[in-house]
């Protein structure tokens, strides 16, 4: 496994958090990012071109929302941000973007929702081709596991704990299940509790999956564990509702892929059922749900806290 422990250390004093969440993300993403250019595989060898689609996908932009919550759940178990937190969540926080990013390349694939645009870039099939995308998003699925699997200094137990999350909640029982149901709702009319179905299913059971995996590394307890459940819960959902609203109101430039397309494929989505200003406020009403939800902790959870917030105000 490649040495990734020097930039940690060399970053730690970016580790604390001021109130400030654009700093915070930046220095969280930046360790992120520097982490999975050294996990994955070079371009080089006889796969360079599938590792050169992994790449492209993953280092074509994106938030690093979720491997951002790893690192920030497990600093609400552990008690407070350092390197050692850090060092412990690493490898499973970029397995978590390795999940994601594959879910965004077949989900933009012809047979789903032939997507030419992703993350402000050409998708990635457009780019390397159909066969090479399908296989990169196989390859950075499989990766995930691995990653987990190799961390260092964390006890097999609890490895196996988030083996058993994430495949839980990326697969049937989660995000491809969730995804199923929103596939065979198009163009439906569907009710509200199969909206909210899909929502918590496609979208929301990864980011809880990425909440309770933090936790676990940092040693949470049943309760805590219980209470950064409910928040994940409703985070997830606010994130979904949000990325409906954000469809309706942003452009193509500030999402970085078509604004407009859940409209044209006749998606279940909030603002079609409950119109825009009822999707807003049901929102913002889950995000305080969320933010409710860690009253029981201290500052250590600040950054979770004002993560909920940028959740809904985000513009992408
Ligand atoms: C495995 C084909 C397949 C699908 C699974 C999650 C999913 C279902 C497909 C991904 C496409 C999609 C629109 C999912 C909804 C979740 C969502 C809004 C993803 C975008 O997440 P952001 O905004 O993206 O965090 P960045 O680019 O910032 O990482």
């Not at 993350?119 to 196989?138: F, M, N, Q, S, V």
């Not at 909640?169 to 596939?183: A, F």
């Not at 994940?232 to 604004?259: R, V």
């Amino acid at each position: 496994m490649p040495e990734i422990n020097k930039y940690v250390l060399h970053n730690w004093e970016g580790l604390l958090y001021n109130g400030n969440l654009s700093e915070y993300l930046k220095a969280r993403g930046q360790i992120v990012n520097h982490a999975l250019e050294t996990l994955l595989p070079p371009e080089q060898g006889p796969h360079k071109n599938l590792a050169a689609a992994m790449r492209y996908s993953v280092f074509a932009g994106g938030k690093r929302l979720r491997p951002v919550l790893v690192l920030a759940s497990a600093e609400v178990a552990f008690g407070s941000a350092d390197n050692d937190s850090v060092k412990a969540a690493l490898n499973t926080a970029c397995a978590f973007e390795c999940i994601h990013t594959y879910s965004l390349i077949h989900d933009d694939l012809p047979a789903l929702d032939d997507d030419d645009l992703r993350r402000g870039k050409p998708t990635c099939h457009k780019e390397y081709g159909e066969a090479t995308a399908i296989l990169a998003g196989d390859a950075l699925l499989t990766l995930a596991f691995s990653l987990i699997a190799e961390t260092k200094d964390v006890s097999p137990d609890k490895l196996l704990c988030i083996v058993a999350e994430l495949s839980k909640k990326s697969g049937i029982g989660g995000m491809i299940g969730g995804q199923l149901v929103d596939i065979e709702s198009e163009g439906c009319e569907i009710t509200f509790p199969v909206l909210e179905h899909i929502h918590i299913h496609k979208t929301g059971a990864l980011i809880v999956a990425a909440i309770r995996s933090g936790a676990i590394i940092g040693g949470a307890s049943a309760e805590t564990l219980a209470v950064l459940t409910t928040y994940g819960e409703a985070l997830g959902l606010a994130f979904q509702i949000t990325d409906d609203i954000l469809d309706l109101i942003c452009t193509d430039e500030e999402l970085g892929k078509p604004s407009g397309s859940d409209l044209k494929f006749q998606k279940a989505t909030y603002p079609a059922l409950l119109g825009l200003s009822e999707s807003k406020k049901v929102a913002a009403d889950v995000t305080q749900k969320a933010i409710a939800a860690l009253d029981v902790f201290g500052v250590e959870a600040a950054p979770l806290r004002d993560l909920a917030t940028f959740v809904i105000e985000r513009r992408n």
